[in-house]
């Protein structure tokens, strides 16, 4: 490890740090607009210059590495002169627009002219005009303020691993565009705006809508995929402005998708805001008794048999728990929370957790895709397999459709025959699996919600024992979810008990009369259509399939408005945090049904959020640690039986659209409509 001094203290750092590197480890600030941290060294706006011990000019750091014995001044005269300099070049032709520019209060272009600039200007001929582009629904552009950082150009080749934008022109005539005109086509492409340091690219639904200072900053986890990213929710009065991401290396890195950022304007629309009656064929607003009345009448004398409930993807581990102590008390085993009828096993825990961890994909050194897009089901997780493929060493295979991914992936076949042909040693790539050092598959929803799930699962578990994916040292078996709810509901048992139903027994039983009443909540991504004349109660946000079908609509609150449990695909707990208050009559969940309960004199055990948790985590020790990467323990899941041998489909048709929040943003729409039209899976291009 190189010794340095820096600003008169002796350092010792690893080898292959940039000076920029070692001057923060040292205490030192270094100014910056083009290098960062997760991006190639570009060195190309010269903010971050330094002086150096026998160097006869001051020299860019970032582009600089560590040597032995270097000695580096970070604020001499020279330095701060030719800083002066870089930040004057730099303003010459920028705009004067901070009074209108939403990058106002949070650029860091205003923070370094403020501490390292000069305090006045020596330019007096005009600047330079530069037509704005169109990047599409989300990105607003303003490319007169532009300073050629080129953060834009290299995030999205190298990291979002789409290859649409780039630098056209030289010296002052040099803009950024994309290559042919088109909007940037990708999952990842609002993170754009956040590694913009001036206010070239900003966010076009939050345009002008409000300033930094005027807004609540509430630290939470999306739960619109099931990676469970950390976000900030910036909220004014009732109202989500905006979500940003927070850094969490171990899931999201600092990145978030399009639909987490832009769909929460999804929030305000369609919304659920009192309770609803059908009466003459029509949903009337009543009052919270009213409609309690409405249940605890239908209910009464109904066997336990004959009442079921489904848990939708949304759904917080704390109303699942209390709606399954409901079920229990009304004597009903009929409770489920695979909407998508995908053939999970809930006996062995292992065997429906990302077990590598999302973190753990860079120990990898090969990887099988079975049924499933993770570009659209999961975009963090693409970029962690992406960001694995640049590192190298590492092959990626894929069993099902041919997608796009943004990295290069052999296809291997396109069903069940070719996993088993895997499995049974009569495929090449068995041989590859048994040679690799930490070989890994990444199991889908798309291969399990198939009348032959439980046989598909069950040789998926086979060929990560054959293939020594699971010993001591490392687990490769993963499952990939697509709903926040599904991994937590897993956990407590929110499955059919003993003699009870499954989702597609329940629809059964209401298309045949055999179930009365249907407990949706949340649930709107089953057939509506296949419940009969079942008396439907949903709990909900949202005015979606569920709220149309339903008898009787309880509202519920989004995740911003509720302090709430879920569980990632990893099986990493995490809690949202109530950022903002559900709108009109709408109330928590977990208290709506504990306030039903009461009023069917079936009083569940708890009266606040706190007693809630504590009979939760008493029940499920595991589900009290909070954050941290769960081990579970490897046993025998899956059913093996037979397999049809028609093609995988993928679980997710348009990855903006996939939830009641995201399906009311307008933005979203607009989005599905730029991208989607007759291209679905084939936009962007890979190295």
Same mark, same amino acid.
């Given at each position: ?10 350092? &010792? ?20 607009? @083009?290098? $960062? ?69 949070? @650029? ?27 990047? !599409? ?10 300073? %050629? @950082? ?7 080749? &190298? ?36 590694? @913009? ?30 990676? !469970? ?22 899931? +999201? ?58 848990? !939708? ?20 085993? +009929? ?14 825990r292992a065997g429906y957790l990302f077990n590598s961890g999302i973190a753990g994909i860079e120990q990898s ?70 040679? =690799? ?43 990939? $979810?697509?709903? =926040? ?14 003699g009870g139903r499954d989702v597609k027994e329940i629809m059964e039983g209401a298309a045949s009369g055999a ?98 948790? %504590? ?49 009311a943003s307008a933005t979203m729409a607009a989005c599905s409509a730029a991208f989607l039209n007759g291209s ?8």
């Amino acid at each position: 490890m190189p010794k340095l001094t820096i600003d008169g203290q002796l350092i &010792e750092v690893p080898a292959g740090l940039t000076v920029l590197q070692a001057c923060e480890i040292a205490g030192a600030e270094i100014p910056r607009f @083009c290098y $960062h941290e997760r991006l190639s060294v570009a060195g190309n706006c010269r903010m971050c210059l330094v002086e150096m011990e026998k160097s006869p000019k001051p020299i860019a750091s970032c582009a600089m590495p560590v040597a032995e014995g270097m000695v580096i001044k970070t604020d001499t005269p020279l330095v701060q002169k030719a800083r002066n300099g870089v930040m004057e070049f730099l303003l010459i032709n920028h705009p004067l627009d901070c009074p209108i520019c939403d990058q106002g209060g949070e @650029c860091d272009l205003q923070d370094q002219a403020m501490a390292f600039g000069y305090d006045r200007s020596r330019y007096r001929e005009p600047k330079r005009g530069v037509t704005d582009k169109d990047f !599409g629904p989300l990105i607003k552009t303003a490319m007169t303020r532009c300073i %050629q @950082c080129t953060r834009c150009i290299r995030f999205s080749t &190298e990291i979002a691993g789409v290859q649409m934008m780039g630098a056209a022109g030289r010296g002052e005539h040099m803009e950024v565009i994309t290559y042919v005109g088109e909007a940037i086509n990708s999952e990842l492409s609002g993170n754009l705006i956040d590694i @913009c340091p001036v206010g070239a690219l900003l966010s076009k639904p939050y345009a002008f809508s409000a300033r930094p200072w005027e807004l609540v900053k509430t630290e939470s986890i999306d739960v619109l995929d099931a990676v !469970g990213s950390a976000i900030r929710i910036d909220s004014r009065g009732r109202e989500v402005m905006r979500v940003l991401p927070r850094l969490n290396e171990a899931v +999201n890195e600092e990145w978030i998708a399009d639909k987490t950022r832009f769909a929460c304007d999804g929030l305000k629309r369609q919304r659920l805001d009192r309770p609803y009656l059908r009466q003459g064929g029509k949903l009337v607003p009543v009052s919270w008794t009213e409609a309690f009345d409405a249940i605890a009448k239908r209910l009464d004398g109904v066997p336990g048999a004959r009442i079921a409930a489904i848990a !939708g993807d949304l759904s917080d581990l704390e109303s699942m728990y209390a709606l399954k102590g409901l079920m229990g008390a009304l004597g009903s085993a +009929n409770i489920d929370c695979r909407q998508d009828g995908a053939a999970i096993d809930p006996s062995t825990r292992a065997g429906y957790l990302f077990n590598s961890g999302i973190a753990g994909i860079e120990q990898s050194d090969l990887c099988l895709l079975i049924g499933t897009n993770p570009r659209w089901e999961a975009p963090l997780i693409n970029a962690r397999l992406r960001k694995r493929h640049v590192m190298g060493n590492f092959k990626i295979a894929s069993i099902g459709p041919a997608t796009n991914l943004t990295y290069p992936v052999e296809t291997l076949g396109a069903g069940p025959d070719t996993l088993a042909a895997i499995v049974e040693g009569r495929h090449p790539f068995a041989e590859r699996l048994k040679a =690799a050092k930490k070989p890994m598959l990444i199991l889908g929803q798309g291969a399990l919600t198939r009348a032959d799930g439980p046989a598909i699962l069950a040789l998926a578990r086979q060929l990560a024992e054959n293939a020594s994916m699971v010993r001591e040292d490392w687990n490769g078996f993963n499952m990939l $979810h697509t709903a =926040a709810a599904r991994v937590g509901a897993l956990d407590i048992g929110f499955v059919p008990g003993s003699g009870g139903r499954d989702v597609k027994e329940i629809m059964e039983g209401a298309a045949s009369g055999a179930i009365d009443v249907v407990y949706l909540l949340g649930a709107d991504e089953i057939d509506m259509n296949r419940l009969g004349k079942a008396f439907v109660i949903y709990q909900g946000h949202h005015g979606d399939a569920g709220a149309h079908r339903a008898d009787v609509i309880l509202p519920g609150a989004a995740y911003p408005e509720k302090n709430a449990t879920y569980v990632n695909t990893e099986g990493r707990v995490q809690q949202a945090r109530l950022a903002t208050f559900a709108p009109g009559d709408a109330c928590e969940d977990w208290t709506i049904l504990r306030a039903l309960s009461d009023r069917l004199g079936r009083k569940l055990p708890f009266d606040s959020l706190d007693q809630l948790r %504590q009979q939760l985590f008493k029940q499920f020790p595991d589900l009290a640690a909070l954050d941290g990467k769960p081990t579970a323990a490897w046993g025998p899941f899956g059913k093996a039986g037979s397999v049809d041998n028609a093609p995988f489909r993928l679980p997710i048709d348009n990855f903006y659209m996939t939830d009641p929040i995201s399906r009311a943003s307008a933005t979203m729409a607009a989005c599905s409509a730029a991208f989607l039209n007759g291209s679905e899976g084939k936009t962007g291009t890979h190295d």
